[in-house]
């Protein structure tokens, strides 16, 4: 600032110079230039002067202008590259967002097929269940017809015949001996013939269990009187020990159905003349009812196998296993339980437990 200042009052003085010297050479009037044209020439000398001053002073100013300019280029470039790369990363996530669409439509449409394949596969199966059911029962129904029913009414066939035919020839004991033999194979038929019954309606679905609270000991009166005519005929006293406070909720014709054939068992292989023992008692939350007789006992083998419904029977107990199988079947669905052992004095007992529980805990 300090040389423009001094070359600024240069001009002026040479200005000066130049007026007095106007009076003494009147003959060159090219010298009369105005002031400020002077001053607009020093001016414009000034400043050339003084970029050439800056330019030699601060030689680094156009180098980091253009320095500058290159990175505002490379910015805008930059700048550029990004936006591409966020418009390509948006399509990219508009596409990702369509698969996933896509793929969450095929995952739906897949589950949902597995469902419905499920569903048939389940459907398939269960009717092969019930198919499978139903063989076991034609099966199992195929050997009560063929030794429960057959071989009864085979034997009570041949005593009519020999009765028709030798009459006369038969004493009167003998034909009484006949007349009960035949009695008591019908007896047992129906018996089996209505237990049969009684276990198809349950396979078949058609038995429901009617809940209700029972007296065991009046259950167990009603089953008894069914076979005074039988009890006479043997000379056989039953006598019903059990508590009459004690009650159960559990389905009558159920429960009745196993009295009857446990009582028609202990009365069959009984000698005349003896006793049947019927006991109840209850043990926390069961009550376990007793048929004690005075018959041969059981075999080992033959108490393993009672309460199988392919049971033939034996010689000591023929016929009985069916009906054995079906009580077993029924005190099963009661919640309970049946089982059967010799008595030490001889003969048999046959009990079976069901639950004491109220009625109000099982409809619960």
């Not at 290159?70 to 990363?89: C, M």
């Not at 198919?131 to 009864?152: C, E, G, Q, T, Y």
Request: proline share 2%; net charge positive.
């Amino acid at each position: 600032m300090n040389s423009k200042f001094l070359i600024l009052l240069f001009v002026i003085g040479a200005y000066g110079q130049v007026a007095t010297a106007k009076g003494m050479f009147d003959g060159f009037t090219q010298l009369e230039v105005p002031l400020a044209s002077i001053i607009a020439i020093t001016a414009n000398s000034l400043s050339v002067f003084d970029i050439a001053t800056i330019s030699d002073a601060e030689p680094d100013y156009y180098a980091h202008y253009n320095q500058l300019q290159e990175n505002n280029r490379n910015l805008e470039q930059s700048q550029k590259a990004s936006g591409q790369v966020i418009i390509i990363l948006i399509s990219f996530s508009v596409i990702c967002c369509v698969l996933l669409v896509l793929l969450f439509r095929a995952y739906r449409k897949i589950r949902s097929d597995y469902k419905k394949k499920a569903a048939l596969y389940e459907s398939i199966e269960t009717k092969n269940i019930s198919l499978s059911k139903a063989d076991a029962i034609k099966s199992n129904l195929v050997s009560i017809l063929a030794h429960d029913f057959r071989s009864p009414l085979i034997s009570t066939l041949y005593m009519m015949r020999l009765l028709e035919r030798n009459t006369e020839l038969l004493t009167q004991s003998e034909r009484e001996s006949f007349y009960l033999n035949i009695s008591n194979d019908i007896s047992v038929t129906l018996e089996n013939f209505d237990a049969t019954l009684q276990w198809i309606k349950r396979q078949l679905g058609e038995f429901k269990i009617n809940l209700e609270t029972v007296n065991i000991r009046s259950l167990l009166d009603e089953a008894i009187s069914g076979y005074n005519t039988q009890l006479n005929e043997k000379g056989i006293t039953v006598i019903n020990n059990i508590p009459d406070g004690i009650v159960a909720t559990s389905d009558r014709e159920m429960l009745q159905f196993v009295n009857r054939n446990l009582l028609s068992n202990a009365l069959k292989f009984s000698p005349k003349g003896k006793t049947i023992a019927i006991d109840a008692f209850k043990t926390g939350k069961e009550i376990i009812i007793s048929v004690k007789d005075e018959g041969p006992g059981l075999s080992d083998n033959q108490i393993k196998k009672l309460f199988s419904i392919s049971n033939k029977g034996g010689p000591t107990h023929q016929g009985a296993g069916i009906a054995l199988s079906f009580s077993k079947d029924f005190i099963v669905q009661l919640g309970g339980r049946i089982w059967a052992e010799n008595r030490n004095t001889g003969g048999t007992i046959f009990s079976y437990g069901v639950p004491s529980r109220s009625l109000s805990k099982i409809v619960a």
